[in-house]
């Protein structure tokens, strides 16, 4: 059995009896039926990208570049997809890229997710924009392992208040995110005025966590929130009713505080002073594995194993945060020469189909973080579309890797490449 013929059959099979897939399995078709599916906001913080948006097409450029040579008369009627990461065993190598602010797609956003990504064993890299406080999707999760993805603050008591919750949810690793200390010049979202966290969106790990909450009750009443001036508070009052819906009955998160929960993370959010240096500071609070994401340049490569990394994620945040960036499969192959195999290298950023998994997987990559495709699924079939957009890339994955004449990931390499 093979879950690409497997899953290929089920779907023709049901097309006999007029049933097509809820989820598209093209990519094109699954973005439009997503964009439907979303509000402009939601639609517009997803999918857009910084600037020109000249990042998200050179991924997209990056990947498409890349051509596999079909290989035949070779036995790969059993395939194995599985892969070493950081001491396990995983089923495949695909994981949950990090992805914030999920109420946004959908409302059970984290609970969703992490149903389907039990269902499948993979594994899920928990947002420290979450939507959900982290022991809820853990809980949810089973035994599927969970990495946590941090979002280093300006508050070290919460950055310290962060990493002991991981540990305590059981976490394998902590990713540290690099290439988020300054939000992107996001274009789509400046011209809606729309950022969701100032709406109290996606920032449930931080009001779950009492070094946080010790923050916003030391806070003034008003703390610096500008007072609305009169003839803005119409629009003040609609903003609140949206928070109202969005956030404490959707997920099932009351905050008896939410603007200056909203003000106090606004404070801390991010800092740009952080050095390599830092990194041994993360090193005395965990004795987890710590991955750095965002690396696009050998020499930061370089740095990170230096500076004692666990391993490091190629990625530019989906051509969210530098317009006119190099595309990340373009950054891949020095950096995994750089490391020489030192540590894992974990790729992503425009990840859209199996194939594009081998094609990263064959320059180097020990796994790939899979980001928007499964929002999209979330957002038109909550779990179900997660599960679906899981599948159709595992299904394509596993049945590449036959077509390229391959029995497992592990074999892969440049030979497959052009
Ligand atoms: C992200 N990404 C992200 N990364 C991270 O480390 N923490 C986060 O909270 C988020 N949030 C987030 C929200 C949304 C809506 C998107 C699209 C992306 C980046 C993510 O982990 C991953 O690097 C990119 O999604 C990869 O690009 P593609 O393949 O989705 O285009």
């Known amino acids: 059995m093979s879950i690409g013929r497997d899953i290929q059959g089920r779907i023709y099979r049901a097309g006999l009896f007029g049933t097509r897939p809820a989820v598209p399995t093209s990519y094109d078709a699954l973005e439009a039926a997503a964009q439907r599916r979303m509000s402009a906001a939601a639609w517009s913080y997803v999918h857009g990208g910084a600037g020109l948006q000249a990042t998200v097409r050179a991924n997209r450029q990056a990947l498409d570049a890349v051509r596999l040579v079909p290989r035949y008369l070779v036995d790969v009627e059993e395939r194995d997809l599985s892969v070493d990461l950081l001491g396990r065993r995983l089923a495949s190598p695909l994981l949950l890229a990090p992805i914030g602010v999920l109420e946004m797609a959908h409302p059970e956003a984290e609970y969703a997710v992490a149903r389907a990504a039990r269902g499948l064993d993979v ?34 008591d919460v950055v310290r208040s962060f990493v002991e919750r991981a540990e305590s949810i059981g976490a394998d690793a902590v990713v540290v995110t ?22 109290a969106e996606g920032i449930a790990q931080y009001t779950s966590d009492p070094a946080f909450r010790a923050l916003v009750e030391a806070r003034e009443p008003f703390g610096n929130t500008p007072r609305p001036r009169l003839r803005e508070i119409p629009a003040a009052l609609r903003a609140l009713r949206s928070m109202r819906h969005h956030w404490p009955q959707r997920v099932g998160h009351r905050d008896p505080r939410p603007r200056a929960a909203v003000e106090t993370f606004l404070d801390v959010f991010s800092r740009s002073d952080l050095t390599w240096a830092d990194l041994a500071r993360l090193r005395e609070m965990t004795r987890l594995p710590i991955l750095v994401k965002g690396i696009q340049h050998r020499d930061d490569a370089r740095l990170a194993v230096d500076h004692g990394v666990d391993g490091l994620v190629v990625s530019n945040h989906g051509g969210r945060q530098v317009d006119g960036a190099i595309g990340s499969l373009d950054a891949l192959p020095a950096v995994v020469a750089e490391v020489d195999g030192r540590v894992p290298v974990l790729f992503d950023s425009g990840i859209r189909g199996g194939a594009d998994a081998v094609k990263a997987l064959a320059l180097g990559a020990r796994a790939v973080l899979v980001g928007r495709p499964w929002v999209y ?21 596993d049945l590449t890797l036959g077509l390229v004449g391959v029995r497992s990931v592990g074999e892969l390499g440049p030979h497959v490449l052009a």
């Open 178 to 199: 690099l290439d988020t200390h300054l939000l992107g010049w996001r274009t789509r979202d400046l011209d809606l005025g729309y950022l969701p966290f100032a709406r």
């Open 377 to 397: 699924g979330l957002a038109l079939a909550g779990e179900a579309g997660v599960r679906a957009v899981l599948e159709h890339l595992l299904a394509e994955l």
């Open 123 to 156: 594994p899920m890299v928990i947002s420290t924009q979450g939507s959900v406080p982290m022991e809820e999707t853990a809980r949810t999760l089973g035994r599927t392992p969970r990495l946590f993805q941090l979002y280093w603050s300006r508050d070290e």
